[in-house]
């Protein structure tokens, strides 16, 4: 049995830390909010995010960052990505050699566009071993132990190993892989997606447009993978193709939420209140949008959602512009 450290006590770390815990690993979950920190010790859960599923003894909440990573064997990162690199700099203020290190964070790096590995070889060097957990994953079903599977991707096989060995329960089944590009750029990708499904549902549109826009973005996430190193192949699997359908398709989906409520009229403000918590898609529009720019990879539906969340075009005239598209072959 190993100590784990769960950096980040949102909805998704909190149900990794049950999952870890629950296989009887000692897990450290922390958070940044002292208050709630202190809130989720004293309910034995995470009344915030998760209420209702109970801690085991085995989960020790903390805010005490220090304390937590003097006692941990493997350190798991679970923040949003415009969080990340703010973490890991904290990290290295009390882990300056640390050698390897995971996450289950999904997007790109704001202002560089940087996949997220490549911000931690920034801070801790190439030589770290770095693993990265993705795949089609509701928090709430996975804190509630539904059948679900994951992908784990990193170039080191002995970590992917390790870490597979530590989250793989009766109802929790982790896959391996090397190619760590295509992974990232679809977790990135699929929540912007998303927000472009639930703009189409909130129009009115049908289950036609719905298949024809994931299929169309799929497209999409695959030419920017490709323009990276990544492989198309892996994207047809857990962490491409089935976390887009899982997010494009579910209300759970925070992102596809964001796209109903733009729909109807909300604007990106109010529709983020109503949610009250982080969209990632809408951050990693901006991101994957100038990305793409850069590496001259063309994205019309992602293009389009950009539009809708920072140019003040209305989602009536994003559809519109992506039906008048030059005509092309598949």
């Not at 679900?148 to 989250?167: G, M």
């Not at 750029?185 to 009115?204: E, Q, S, Y």
Request: aromatic share 6%.
């Amino acid at each position: 049995m190993s100590n784990i450290a769960v950096l980040g006590a949102g909805s998704w770390g909190t149900a990794l830390a049950l999952l870890v815990a629950n296989n009887g690993h000692q897990t450290l979950l922390w958070g940044r909010n002292v208050e709630r920190m202190q809130e989720m010790a004293k309910q034995s859960c995470n009344p915030y995010f998760l209420p209702g599923i109970p801690f085991p003894k085995n989960l020790i909440p903390s805010s005490n960052l220090k304390k937590v990573l003097a006692q941990a064997d493997d350190i798991l990162v679970v923040v949003p990505s415009h969080a990340f690199r703010q973490l890991l700099e904290k990290v290295h203020r009390y882990q300056p050699h640390l050698k390897k290190i995971s996450w289950a964070s999904k997007g790109l790096e704001q202002i560089t566009y940087n996949l997220l590995h490549k911000v931690v070889f920034d801070i801790f060097g190439q030589q770290t071993t770095v693993a990265i957990i993705s795949g089609p994953t509701f928090a709430n079903e996975v804190a509630l132990g539904y059948p679900t599977a994951v992908t784990i991707a990193s170039k080191n096989d002995n970590y992917s190993q390790h870490l597979a060995k530590i989250l793989r329960s009766k109802t929790f089944r982790p896959y391996t892989s090397k190619d760590m590009i295509a992974i990232e750029i679809a977790g990135a990708c699929k929540n912007v997606l998303a927000i472009a499904a639930g703009i189409a549902d909130g129009l009115g549109f049908g289950a036609n447009t719905r298949s024809a826009l994931i299929t169309r973005g799929l497209a999409e996430i695959c030419r920017i993978s490709e323009a990276l190193g990544g492989h198309k192949e892996t994207l047809m699997g857990l962490a491409g193709l089935g976390d887009l359908l899982l997010t494009c398709t579910d209300n759970q989906s925070r992102n596809r939420r964001m796209g109903l409520a733009l729909a109807k009229g909300f604007s990106v403000e109010q529709a983020q209140q109503e949610i009250q918590q982080v969209v990632e898609g809408v951050a990693n529009a901006q991101a994957i949008y100038h990305l793409a720019q850069n590496i001259n990879v063309e994205i019309p539906i992602i293009e389009q959602v950009y539009q809708v969340l920072y140019q003040q075009q209305t989602p009536e005239d994003a559809v519109t512009a992506l039906l008048s598209r030059e005509q092309k072959s598949e």
